[in-house]
C-alpha cells in the first residue's frame, strides 16, 4: 500500500477537511437530537442513566474526529464503533431509527475512506 500512495504529501487536503467536517455535522446533529431528548426526558419518561451512557457516546465520536485530525490510527477505529453504539442504543432503548448515524457511517465508509487511506502511512 505504501507504493500506491508513495507521492501523498502529509499536509492536510481540502477532501480530507471537508470529510471531517462532514463527519463533524452529523455527529453535531445526533447529540442535538440527544438533548432535545434530555429536555424532554420527563414527558418521554426516558431514565437519567441513559443520558450519561448516550452523551458518553457522544463525546467518544468528537474524540474520534480529533484523533483522526490528528493522524491516530485509534481515532479511524473509535468513530465508526462509538457511531454504531449511538445508533444501537437509540435503537434498543427509545426504539428510534436515527438518519443521522446512518448518514455518518455511510460518510465515514464512504467519502471518509477515500480521504483517509491515503494519508493512513501518516497515522501512528
Given amino acids: 500500500m505504501d507504493e500506491n500512495f508513495k507521492n501523498e504529501d502529509p499536509k492536510k487536503d481540502m477532501g480530507f477537511i471537508l470529510s471531517l467536517g462532514a463527519l ?5 446533529m445526533g447529540m442535538g437530537i440527544d438533548t ?22 457522544d463525546l467518544l465520536m468528537i474524540v474520534g ?10 481515532g479511524i477505529f473509535l468513530f465508526p464503533v462509538a457511531v454504531l453504539a449511538h445508533y444501537m442504543l437509540h435503537n434498543y432503548y427509545l426504539n428510534t431509527f436515527l438518519y443521522t448515524d ?5 460518510l465515514f465508509i464512504s467519502v471518509g475512506l477515500l480521504a483517509f487511506i491515503p494519508k493512513w502511512q501518516f497515522f501512528k
Fill in 102 to 106: 446512518v448518514t455518518n457511517l455511510f
Fill in 65 to 74: 474526529i480529533i484523533l483522526i485530525f490528528f493522524y491516530r490510527k485509534v
Fill in 24 to 28: 463533524l455535522l452529523f455527529s453535531l
Fill in 36 to 57: 432535545d431528548e434530555f429536555l424532554q426526558r420527563a414527558e418521554l419518561h426516558i431514565p437519567m442513566n441513559y443520558f450519561f451512557v448516550i452523551f458518553g457516546v
